[in-house]
C-alpha cells in the first residue's frame, strides 16, 4: 500500500504555501505520483517525498558547511553520546522494556481483527431501512482502517 500526500498535506507538514510546493516540482525534481486536474491536487509517494526532502537538505547543508567548521572532540563527545544511548536500548530490551516491532504489529493486527468483528455486528441489531447503509458505513470505514494498517506494516 502506496502512502500519498496531497499538495496541501505537504505545504501544511512543511509550513509553506502550494506555490512552494508547485515550485518543487518544477525546480526541484519533487517526483509527481499523480497529477491533479482543475479539481484535484497533485499527489506524491510519502516515502518519495521524504527521500527527496532528505537529499535536497543534505545537498543544502553540503554546500554551505565549511570542513574547517567541525570541532573533532565535540563530534567526539557527540558519538560516545549516541554510543550510550545504544547501549540503553540494549539494555532496556534485556529487561524486556522494550518489544519487537513485529510483536507490536501483530498485537495491533489481532487488535484491529476483534474491533471489525464488532463493528460488523452491530447492523445486524438495526433496523431494516438502516442496515443496508449502516453496513456500508461500516465496510467503508474498515477499509481505511485496513489500508492504515498495512501502511505500518511497510
Given at each position: 500500500m502506496t502512502i500519498t500526500l496531497s499538495s496541501?498535506?505537504?505545504?501544511?507538514?512543511?509550513?509553506?504555501?502550494?506555490?512552494?510546493v508547485t515550485n518543487w516540482v518544477k525546480d526541484g525534481g519533487l517526483e509527481v505520483h499523480r497529477r491533479g486536474d482543475s479539481n484535484t491536487e497533485n499527489t506524491f509517494e510519502l516515502k518519495a517525498f521524504v527521500k527527496w526532502w532528505a537529499d535536497r537538505e543534505i545537498a543544502r547543508?553540503?554546500?554551505?558547511?565549511?570542513?574547517?567548521?567541525?570541532?573533532?572532540?565535540?563530534?567526539?563527545?557527540r558519538l560516545k553520546h549516541h554510543q550510550a544511548n545504544l547501549e540503553e536500548i540494549k539494555e532496556a530490551e534485556k529487561r524486556g522494556e522494550l518489544i519487537p516491532l513485529s510483536d507490536a504489529?501483530?498485537?495491533?493486527?489481532?487488535?484491529?481483527?476483534?474491533?471489525?468483528?464488532?463493528?460488523?455486528?452491530?447492523?445486524?441489531?438495526?433496523?431494516d431501512d438502516y442496515k443496508k447503509r449502516l453496513d456500508e458505513q461500516i465496510r467503508g470505514a474498515l477499509d481505511e482502517l485496513s489500508k492504515s494498517a498495512a501502511a505500518i506494516q511497510e
Open positions: 496541501s498535506d505537504i505545504a501544511g507538514g512543511m509550513g509553506v504555501s502550494k506555490r512552494a547543508r553540503v554546500a554551505t558547511t565549511d570542513v574547517n567548521d567541525y570541532d573533532r572532540s565535540e563530534e567526539e563527545a504489529i501483530s498485537e495491533f493486527g489481532e487488535l484491529v481483527a476483534n474491533a471489525r468483528a464488532k463493528m460488523l455486528a452491530i447492523s445486524k441489531d438495526a433496523p
